[in-house]
């Protein structure tokens, strides 16, 4: 029996044992309402009412605080003998690691495609709300993070819903919050395995497929896929027995490199265009309040646009902070905002680079897509950069290769907090978990397993309910350390040790 024959057998087992449930759970947590003439899905309302909420509670913090996270990532405020592992900018890079992915290049062409140049707009706005919660929950995953004798460092949803709901609530609030956790690490642990490892290995195997002659072409047999999944479960097998250190090291080089590569190459399909800037601005501008051809006209354009964002960004899931709260400070709210600056990064970045490099290239498949032809949204961006850049695939490749890398590697650390969490920290345990998440990096160039993905996806957006329930209870402790923090800022500048002297002292209060 051929290798292409047993992967297909495998596919249609493991598809025809999970559809039912991927369907039945997929249409509980992406369940849509009628809004006018579309649909909405009630998770990313519950994702962007987290992000509106927490906006106002923190008086607009993502915005008001945003010199001062920079300032935080440049290691102003570092505090050398403070218990964690890695700085601000590594704890940083390796949370955007985990987010920026093929989401940003293929999802976001898909959202133009359904929504108009207009879901841009709301993609933006909703990636700026998604910054208030992203700190929220980092600066809980930091004040709640347990440091272990050997000096690492586990934190997450995991740790601050039973520690943070007991602290607040005693002994009920703790009981509730175990529940809240065993059934958040679940999910991590799922979603890491297989929308985290064998679907990322899955996608960048097909575009390295695509431009290297297609199924007929060097790496288009089944010896070529084994090789490929080989060499990745390698690499990531490498780093991830050296921990989050390990990890932090590589993507904090990886992170730079791969969305300098990207947005580079935006900024050449823009200039050469340069004239047609003002009216790609316009028609994103005029998109969202006036779109065409779009269902749902501006609720459609909004819709669309908030979904993709806050499918790209992850803000309010819980997996950012389990990276996050590695870092070394001693103010849990210092790293809050950090945190903030990842969906800045992810969503009103390279999603938005994305999106404009599209609507100003306007490339022909683009059309068609919005006609209602079915073309992959890799397919669309890659086009796009073709018209300038005829070589761009091979480019677009590279990026896929180290966008996917980069997410398997984090998911995987992801993936072993939430095991250890289940199962013990013992050498043993974690053991086992890296074999696991090896092999199926293996396999991911092999099978397809849609089903598993699509399960995966769903579990995964069922964190955010567990995790947002216990954001708005917990929010009351995040307001206290920002304004530990806050003072902590204005004590440095009174002192003249923060190596900013002119800068305006920050107010100790929110």
């Known amino acids: 029996m051929s290798l292409e024959s047993i992967t297909e057998n495998v596919d249609e087992a493991v598809s025809g044992f999970f559809e039912p449930i991927a369907e039945w759970l997929g249409e509980i947590v992406f369940y849509a309402v009628p809004v006018g003439a579309t649909d909405l899905p009630l998770i990313v309302a519950w994702l962007v009412v987290a992000g509106l909420v927490f906006t106002g509670w923190f008086g607009l ?3 008001r605080k945003f010199r001062l996270a920079v300032d935080v990532v440049r290691g102003k405020y570092d505090d050398k003998d403070s218990a964690g592992e890695v700085n601000h900018f590594q704890a940083l890079t390796a949370a955007v690691s985990g987010t920026v992915g093929l989401g940003n290049i293929a999802g976001v062409a898909v959202a133009v495609s359904i929504g108009g140049a207009g879901a841009t707009f709301w993609m933006i706005l909703c990636g700026l709300l998604g910054m ?3 700190f929220v929950e980092v600066t809980l995953g930091v004040k709640y993070r347990e440091v272990h004798a050997d000096g690492t460092v586990s934190g ?8 943070g709901l007991g602290e607040r609530f005693g002994k009920n609030g703790r009981t509730f919050g175990k529940v809240l956790a065993v059934l958040a690490s679940i999910m991590i642990l799922f979603f890491g395995l297989f929308g985290g490892n064998l679907f990322q290995v899955n996608q960048s195997y097909a575009q390295l497929v695509s431009v290297t002659g297609g199924e007929d072409g060097a790496m288009g047999s089944s010896a070529g896929a084994l090789f490929f999944g080989i060499l990745v479960a390698a690499l990531v097998g490498i780093v991830l027995l050296g921990g989050i250190r390990s990890i932090a090291s590589v993507t904090s080089r990886l992170i730079p490199a791969m969305a300098g590569i990207y947005i580079a190459a935006c900024l050449v399909v823009i200039l050469v265009n340069v004239t047609a800037v003002p009216a790609a601005i316009g028609t994103i501008i005029e998109g969202a309040f006036n779109p065409e ?3 749902g006209g501006v609720l459609g354009a909004l819709i669309i646009g908030f979904q993709r964002a806050a499918f790209s960004n992850e803000a309010g899931l819980g997996s950012a902070p389990i990276a996050h709260s590695a870092v ?3 103010h849990p709210a210092s790293e ?3 945190a903030l600056l990842e969906p800045f990064i992810d969503t009103v970045v390279i999603c938005t680079m994305t999106a404009l490099t599209i609507v100003i290239a306007n490339p022909a498949s683009w059309g068609e897509a919005r006609e209602g032809e079915s073309i992959g949204g890799v397919t669309i961006t890659s086009d796009a950069f073709e018209t300038v850049l005829p070589w761009f695939p091979y480019v677009l490749t590279v990026a896929v290769l180290l966008f996917a890398i980069s997410t398997v590697l984090t998911w995987g650390y992801y993936g072993l907090k939430a095991w250890t969490y289940l199962f013990g920290r013992s050498r043993t345990s974690e053991t086992v978990f890296k074999s696991l998440y090896t092999l ?3 396999s991911g160039s092999l099978l397809t397993l849609q089903t598993l993905i699509d399960l995966a996806d769903a579990v995964l957006f069922s964190l955010a309910v567990v995790n947002i329930i216990g954001l708005y209870l917990l929010a009351p402790v995040v307001r206290r350390e920002l304004n530990t923090f806050l003072a902590y800022v204005r004590t440095r500048k009174a002192d003249g040790t923060d190596g900013d002297k002119d800068e305006e ?5 929110v």
């Open 61 to 63: 913090v993502q915005l």
């Open 156 to 163: 997450g949803p995991m740790h601050y819903l039973p520690k």
């Open 336 to 338: 809050g905002l950090v």
């Open 505 to 509: 002292p920050a107010k100790a209060t």
């Open 328 to 330: 070394k400070t001693k």
């Open 293 to 295: 051809g779009v269902a």
């Open 132 to 134: 208030a919660t992203k």
């Open 440 to 442: 199926l990096a293996v």
